[in-house]
């Protein structure tokens, strides 16, 4: 029997020389050096409205016009985690329509996983990295995910998370509209939360619990 002694490929931190990105950028991603830095630092950035039509802006945009939905922060705290050696990964939270889904960043500290968010709502936020697998990771959001009626939401999460390392660097310094990102994500591997019947019997959120989910930040 041949026993493969192959050691595994380490992900290896981005470069600055592949990054693409110019030496301020490359400083201002290089400062956030834990999941805390990069959600101080997405907390920082207006929320991006996209009063002018839909935007899914590379990191350098998103750097230079200062605000962020999501995707958009969700792209730049995974260039920050990939500089300093932590794959880029996306979890993906899908809603019942006619709510919105949500991406997050997830990042690992001792074998449990965390989640870095931008998000203009005061729930769907960062969590600590206490959650043992993606499922618990996102059922952490699931009694805050609901309608203005009460109504909650979430119905899926992405199996996996979506490695953004595997792109390129493109989502870095693009001055295209990175659309395509968004799909491929959709189009990866989910599972569901609940089944139908349970669907049924969900109860809606409190009215004082709708009032705290009104509260935004911008």
């Not at 005061?122 to 959650?131: F, G, I, K, Q």
Request: hydrophobic share 40%; with cysteine; aromatic share 10%.
């Amino acid at each position: 029997m041949v026993i493969n002694t192959m050691p595994k490929a380490v992900f290896k931190p981005l470069k600055f020389e592949d990054s693409g990105l110019d030496k301020k950028e490359w400083n201002k991603l290089k400062k956030l050096s834990s999941p805390k830095k990069i959600q101080d630092f997405l907390n920082s950035l207006q929320f991006n409205f996209e009063k002018n039509g839909q935007t899914h802006t590379s990191v350098r945009e998103t750097l230079r016009r200062k605000e962020a939905h999501c995707l958009e922060g969700a792209l730049v705290a995974g260039a920050a985690l990939w500089i300093h050696g932590e794959r880029p990964l996306i979890l993906d939270l899908v809603s019942a329509r006619p709510d919105m889904d949500h991406l997050v960043v997830v990042f690992k500290r001792d074998g449990l996983w965390g989640a870095i968010s931008k998000t203009n709502h005061a729930v769907l936020r960062y969590r600590e990295p206490v959650y043992k697998n993606m499922r618990e990771l996102a059922m952490s959001y699931f009694h805050e995910y609901f309608l203005f009626d009460g109504t909650k939401t979430l119905r899926k999460f992405s199996t996996k998370p979506f490695d953004l390392s595997k792109l390129g660097t493109e989502w870095l310094t693009s001055k295209e509209n990175l659309a395509y990102i968004a799909h491929m994500i959709d189009e990866i591997p989910h599972t569901e939360i609940i089944n139908h019947k349970q669907v049924m019997n969900l109860r809606k959120a409190d009215k004082i619990e709708i009032q705290a989910g009104k509260l935004t930040e911008y």
